[in-house]
């Protein structure tokens, strides 16, 4: 019992995983992710190993890939309406879904479901009895709702409905429990209260806690402040060693599932998060190169062995931040920033003018930050 809740911020209600468990069934354990961004986060990673915390007592994941509710977009927490996602852009992240997944759960004992499989085909009537399980009243009593409608902001029904679709997930695949982030708590009950009104026993609510990413605000792949669960291994390296020290403890907690960071030196104890994060989705093989990448870039500020090839714009003098903005996706007020800021190096050394011979440039690698490169050459 202790590791199936390990890290729950709630199980609701009280002792009712407890009679579920009692039942001498396998358990449909359901965790549902919009597909909003092609990656799955090391945050999601958080509900999905207590899934895998389940399915090694012998129950069952149930993954609802929410292909349909993506099209609508999930307000928890929203002050405005998400905006609608391409079609295509939405069923290329669900392909990536399962095999982001399985980094953490156990395949073999996963059910995969597209909710477009059961909410595409609902008619109009079957529309109304669902809205018929619940009021406006007590969808508004949602937090987010709530604080909208009180400042006369704008909820379309389709917001309204979205938890009623979420709800309605849990009676297609007869969830006994499911999991979710805090943010999820109303959601995660309204399934309860829908399974209640079509003749099913509820599902037990069971929250975890946010992993709080190294900007201080929660891991969100729509804020970019994330690990992916399948990024390349050295981008999970170089992430997870920026960490502050403060958040080392409930990094340890949720993601490694220990009592709290050890004692002693931080970077030590970040070197073993990171190895651990790259260790579980790329094997020993992964670590080594990505350890020995951070020590050299970002130790050493040494170039990486692989530097890809950039071509130098026309022009001579080439003007430094525009040929930044090119090469790495900065704002020239950004490139500008870094020249000044000593962070921009041409084979190892400080550059610190705007302006710079053509043939200074040829053939040398350029670098901006502690991670970036590129080895300039003549366009052809």
Do not use: C
């Not at 389709?158 to 429990?177: G, H």
Request: overall charge negative; hydrophobic content about 40%.
């Amino acid at each position: 019992m202790t590791e199936l809740t390990r890290n729950a911020a709630s199980v609701l209600p009280e002792g009712a995983l407890e009679a579920k468990l009692k039942l001498g069934r396998p358990l449909r354990v359901k965790l549902g992710i919009d597909v909003t961004a092609p990656d799955v986060t090391l945050g999601n990673g958080i509900p999905l190993q207590r899934i895998r915390a389940f399915q090694d007592e012998g129950h069952l994941g149930v993954l609802i890939v929410g292909d349909y509710t993506t099209r609508i977009g999930d307000p928890s927490g929203r002050k405005t309406e998400r905006p609608m996602i391409d079609p295509e852009v939405i069923d290329a992240n669900a392909q990536r879904y399962f095999e982001h997944a399985s980094t953490i759960i156990d395949p073999e004992r996963t059910e995969v479901r597209f909710n477009g499989e059961w909410l595409s085909k609902l008619d109009f009537a079957e529309v109304l009895r669902l809205t018929r399980t619940t009021t406006v009243a007590r969808i508004l009593e949602r937090d987010d709702f709530h604080k909208r409608f009180g400042a006369n902001e704008p909820i379309s029904l389709s917001e309204l409905l979205y938890p009623m679709m979420q709800a309605y997930d849990s009676v297609a695949v007869m969830a006994d429990i499911e999991l979710g982030g805090t943010d999820q708590t109303y959601n995660l009950l309204m399934g309860r209260e829908v399974m209640q009104a079509y003749g099913l026993e509820p599902q037990v609510a069971l929250t975890v806690a946010y992993l709080d990413s190294w900007d201080g605000t929660g891991m969100s792949a729509s804020r970019g402040n994330y690990i992916g669960l399948k990024e390349p291994p050295e981008e999970q390296f170089g992430k997870a060693m920026r960490i502050p020290d403060a958040l080392l403890d409930q990094w340890y907690r949720l993601v490694m599932e220990r009592d709290g960071a050890p004692a002693g030196d931080p970077m030590e104890a970040k070197l073993e998060l990171a190895r651990f994060i790259v260790g579980r989705a790329w094997g020993e093989d992964g670590v080594r190169a990505a350890e020995e990448h951070f020590t050299r870039v970002v130790r050493h500020g040494e170039a990486p062995d692989e530097v890809p090839e950039h071509p130098l714009p026309a022009g001579d003098p080439v003007h430094l931040p525009a040929l930044l903005a090119d090469a790495f996706g900065l704002s020239t007020s950004e490139a500008r920033r870094l020249i000044a800021q000593h962070g921009v190096k041409l084979d190892g050394e400080v550059v610190g003018d705007l302006d710079l011979p053509r043939g200074r440039l040829a053939g040398q690698v350029l670098q901006a930050g502690k991670r970036r490169f590129v080895r300039l050459n003549e366009a052809t």
